[in-house]
């Protein structure tokens, strides 16, 4: 029984950023957050163990994928890390569930800490054939689109609600309540580690309940950008975008996969 743990830094306990930019533009919240997101994952190895799992890979994707402290990491776990073009590469249709530590919520998302869909300082916001999707919901499709479902999530209330409207069944624990875009109430960073493993331990048991999530094509993709520049960028002719209006562009993709 294998499984995928895609670890994100964004929505640990204990982190909000800094504003004015991205988390990595807040080195100390940084260097916090990714110590914080190994401690996470490994609460969440630990409870699949529990449960009776063979294999779990740890896919440490924040920025360039090279984040966790890998010495700290439970030692029964692999890790994928690094830089690949294609999102879940390691994981095949023999995986048993994927389970997310440390993700956030879509962009234009209210009171949700570092919100953001790949790239905070570029999209507004992400639509697949008229739905605003975020990371979540694209790793989960990438996932569901082998039969593989999404099983858990730890990350902040707004995240947490993302998912249970994307994912019904979903086993779900708040890392901490988002105030705002680099304000949020808590969880003690320790304390929410025996809550993760339990209930990843409980996700794994439950995991013939929750269905697989796909987002099958042909997909529209509705993007807004923040700037008219990047919007304009996106329309030469060589990228195959068209334009709605001064921020907002469009094409159409076959299969998830191509949005990569
Ligand atoms: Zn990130």
């Known amino acids: 029984m294998k499984f995928v743990i895609a670890v994100d830094c964004e929505g640990p306990a204990g ?4 504003p004015g930019g991205s988390l ?4 100390a919240q940084y260097e916090f957050a990714r110590r914080q997101a190994t ?3 490994s609460a969440t190895a630990r409870g699949l163990f529990a449960a009776g799992a063979t294999q779990v890979i740890v896919w440490d994707n924040h920025s360039r994928g090279v984040n966790l402290v890998y010495e700290d990491l439970d030692e029964r776990c692999d890790i994928f890390h690094g830089v690949h073009a294609k999102r879940l590469a390691m994981l095949d249709a023999s995986f048993a569930g994927l389970l997310f530590i440390g993700y956030h919520a879509r962009d234009n998302t209210v009171a949700a800490p570092l919100a953001h869909t790949f790239s905070s300082a570029t999209y507004q916001w ?7 999707v975020g990371e979540l919901a694209i790793d989960a499709a990438v996932a569901g689109a082998l039969g593989v479902p999404a099983l ?4 902040d209330d707004k995240c947490v609600a993302e998912a249970r409207e994307f ?6 624990v708040t890392t901490k309540i988002g105030y705002s875009w680099n304000a949020a109430l808590s969880k ?4 929410v580690l025996a809550e993760i493993e339990a209930a990843a331990q409980q996700a794994a048991r439950n995991r013939t309940q929750v269905k697989p999530f796909t987002l099958p094509g042909p997909l529209e993709v509705e993007i807004r950008h923040k700037r008219i520049d990047t919007a304009d ?4 002719p060589v990228q195959g975008w068209t334009r709605v209006d001064a921020y907002t562009v469009k094409r159409t993709i076959q299969k998830l996969t191509d949005f990569f």
């Open 24 to 27: 990595n533009d807040a080195p």
């Open 15 to 18: 982190v909000v950023g800094a």
């Open 233 to 236: 960028q996106a329309c030469l």
């Open 39 to 41: 401690a996470e994952a």
């Open 167 to 172: 994912f019904p069944g979903i086993t779900t």
């Open 152 to 155: 858990f999530v730890a990350s």
């Open 188 to 191: 003690h960073p320790r304390r």
């Open 126 to 132: 992400i639509k697949l054939n008229g739905r605003e």
